[in-house]
């Protein structure tokens, strides 16, 4: 599994697209009509070369997670909107420091999900797949964040937490 | 008057053109884009005095999230080659020790704002609430190029 902790050199295809959609330039056909964007499963698809089989296997994973990640998605906006309020306030330092506390555990169980959830789209490729070193980080970092806008395969307008 | 109106004649499509795309001619103030960008447009703050100061504080708290960060990556790391060989067991303490790493990188996030109220105006301070979700994720370290979604901003 070090392969996951590699940091790869080649930019495949699907990172340059999300790239080119995170920086707002590019990404645009030079009519200047926008490009289509993939969606997540594409990026894996075509990280991968993932057949049929893989993207449905992938496809029912992820819908499954998502739904268990929408009561942490839930919870983590509302610590920290609680935190901001705490913040706006001046509460004293135990109140901020109890607020910090309550989102970093929703933090750690959103986390949680992810991974768990990436290790099992892992265990669905095939060895060859995972020998893919630059695809495996690009997958461990677009896992981060994955659940946060409820529809995991769309990309988000940059939410992170 | 010839002269005048002449000079008239060939100002007017200017001006109804600047109109038309909504410009007086001076350039217009873009949209936020950045996380930094959208919490001095929710604080409305003063472009001159009061964003050069929240700079300052945003760049020194940085450079404490920045080790931080590195620690979350190789924490989540680790969780993810237990959860791969189905070491489920031993996943328990990384999780210990990652909601310890997101307690202090969300304690740095709450204290930037915490020191920025100092420099905010009495108005100001109570649009904190709907700036400070730009804050999340702020300070951990950018993914390599492309790799995952821009820092900032759970709402």
């Known amino acids: ?161 | 008057m010839f002269r005048k109106l002449l000079i008239l004649a060939l100002c007017t499509p200017v001006a109804l053109a600047a109109q038309a795309s909504g410009s007086s001619g001076a350039p217009e103030p873009s949209a936020p884009t950045t996380p930094f960008e959208h919490i001095v447009d929710k604080l409305g703050l003063d472009v001159k005095t009061q964003v050069p100061e929240a700079e300052k504080l945003f760049n020194a708290q940085a450079r404490l999230g920045a080790s931080i960060g590195v620690e979350m990556v190789n924490l989540r790391k680790k969780m993810l080659d237990l959860e791969f060989a189905e070491k489920t067991a031993d996943v328990a303490p990384v999780l210990e020790s990652y909601t310890a790493a997101a307690a202090k990188m969300t304690g740095l996030e709450a204290d930037t704002f915490v020191k920025l109220m100092a420099i905010l105006k009495p108005n100001q301070q109570g649009k904190v609430a709907k700036a400070f979700p730009y804050m999340a994720g702020f300070f951990k370290p950018q993914p390599p190029r492309g790799r995952g979604p821009r820092r900032g901003g759970v709402e």
């Open chain 1, 1 to 161: 599994m070090n392969r996951f902790i590699g940091v790869g050199l080649a930019l495949c295809l699907s990172i340059g697209v999300v790239s080119a959609q995170r920086g707002g330039g590019g990404g645009r056909a030079p009519s200047g009509v926008s490009a289509p964007i993939p969606n997540r499963l594409e990026i894996l698809t075509m990280t991968f070369t993932l057949d049929k089989n893989q993207n449905n296997q992938i496809k029912a994973i992820m819908d499954t997670a998502q739904k268990g990640a929408d009561p942490i998605r839930q919870q983590l906006t509302a610590t920290y909107a609680a935190l901001a309020a705490a913040i706006q306030a001046s509460k004293p330092a135990a109140d901020i420091e109890a607020a910090v506390k309550a989102y970093a555990v929703q933090a750690t169980a959103m986390v949680n999900a992810e991974t768990k959830a990436l290790a099992q789209v892992a265990k669905t490729l095939t060895p060859t797949q995972r020998e893919n070193i630059a695809g495996m980080d690009t997958a461990f970092y677009m896992f981060h964040g994955i659940f946060l806008n409820g529809k995991w395969n769309i990309i988000p307008d940059g939410k992170t937490y």
